[in-house]
Nanobody, 122 residues
């Protein structure tokens, strides 16, 4: 069974940082674009960022631009989301998803991770 697993979430104070990881099992991420989404209770899932298979960050949501950075290490079969200057409104479950192709084409999702909780609170 193919699997995508997020890790690195947790409780952090406002202004703090976390780095989320998205690791693939039983398949390779090297030829796939990968995105990060989040969903807070009662809210729609929000697309945050996406990175092409070649490692080019092609999208950041306005809500996270300048604070979050997406990157990838294909040798480790992992995509990362570095989150800095976290705010309480960043509290959500964070998900990664592979796209069906090498570029970030809206709606062309393939494999979703199970999500990791990020809580920003003092």
């Amino acid at each position: 069974q193919v699997q995508l697993v997020e890790s690195g979430g947790g409780l952090v104070q406002p202004g703090g940082s976390l780095r989320l990881s998205c690791a693939a099992s039983r398949f390779t991420l090297a030829y796939r674009a990968v995105g990060w989404f989040r969903q807070a209770p009662g809210k729609e899932r929000e697309g945050l960022s996406c990175i092409s298979s070649s490692g080019v960050p092609t999208y950041y949501a306005d809500s996270v631009k300048g604070r979050f950075t997406i990157s990838r290490d294909n040798a480790k079969n992992t995509v990362y989301l570095q989150m800095n200057n976290l705010k309480p409104e960043d509290t959500a479950v964070y998900y990664c998803v592979t796209y069906r192709g090498t570029t970030c084409q809206k709606g062309q999702y393939d494999v979703w991770g199970q999500g990791t909780q990020v809580t920003v609170s003092s």
